[in-house]
């Protein structure tokens, strides 16, 4: 597509639900990263896919947290056990190699009630 | 480690007047440095980035920024603040090494009024 395309755009689950959050990025770009936005966090870097290299996750932050990346193109970001804190717009980017420009999705804005 | 310290977590000008956005940074290596904007319910655009060339980047919607080494700083301007530049603008850096990942200050919210 023309942009990174993220899925679903909004989610409400209940504490303890698993969700999964879907991001397909720029046709070509090899780098995809996600992130995280929320209050009083500010943006936070949370895992980054280069080609077929071991993916950084220095940025999850507990072991509920994975993601994982298909044949090089779309990304699940998957949160078991939701917490009430995992609330947040969950942003996925891409770029065409690492240093490129970086291009955002619209985001998934996730509520955990 | 690297960060971005932006001042001002709200800045409100009157439109016409000339926006001036504060972002210092600390990196152990040389920087790139970025600039997005964020408009409500939207996603990140980039604005402008500085990759070592030219200390001063125009971007887009009139805005620009200097690179200074000395100063370690990256600040916004703008000559005129439309009423559409109303926004969330965040600064950003990544080492020249991996340039994989963006480190962001917390962001400062542009409010132009009439």
């Known amino acids: 597509g023309a942009g990174v395309s993220q899925s679903p755009s909004n989610k409400v689950t209940e504490k303890g639900k698993d969700v999964e959050l879907r991001c397909d990025p720029i ?4 780098a995809l990263y996600w992130y995280r936005q929320s209050l009083g966090q500010g943006l936070e870097f949370l895992i980054y896919f280069q080609g077929n290299s071991a ?6 932050p507990s072991d509920r947290f994975s993601a994982e990346r298909t044949g090089g193109s779309v990304s699940t970001l998957t949160i078991q056990r939701t917490q009430q804190e995992d609330s947040a717009v969950y942003l996925c980017a891409s770029s065409l190699t690492p240093g490129n420009t970086i291009y955002f999705g619209e985001g998934s804005w996730l509520t955990v009630v | 480690a690297q960060s971005v310290t932006q001042l001002g977590s709200h800045v409100s000008v009157s439109e016409g007047a000339l926006v001036l956005l504060r972002c210092n940074y600390s990196s152990s290596v040389p920087p790139y440095l970025f600039w997005y904007v964020q408009y409500p319910n939207q996603g990140l655009q980039l604005l402008l980035k500085y990759t070592s ?4 980047v125009k971007g887009i919607n009139g805005f620009e920024a200097e690179f200074k080494k000395s100063e370690t700083s990256f600040h916004l301007t703008k000559p005129s603040a439309h009423m559409s530049d ?3 603008y965040f600064c950003a850096v990544s080492d020249t090494g991996t340039a994989s990942k963006l480190t962001f200050g917390t962001g400062t919210r542009l409010q132009v009024t009439l």
């Open chain 1, 27 to 30: 046709s070509g770009h090899t």
């Open chain 1, 55 to 60: 993916p950084d996750k220095s940025g999850l």
């Open chain 2, 86 to 88: 109303a926004a969330e």
């Open chain 2, 53 to 56: 060339a030219a200390t001063l």
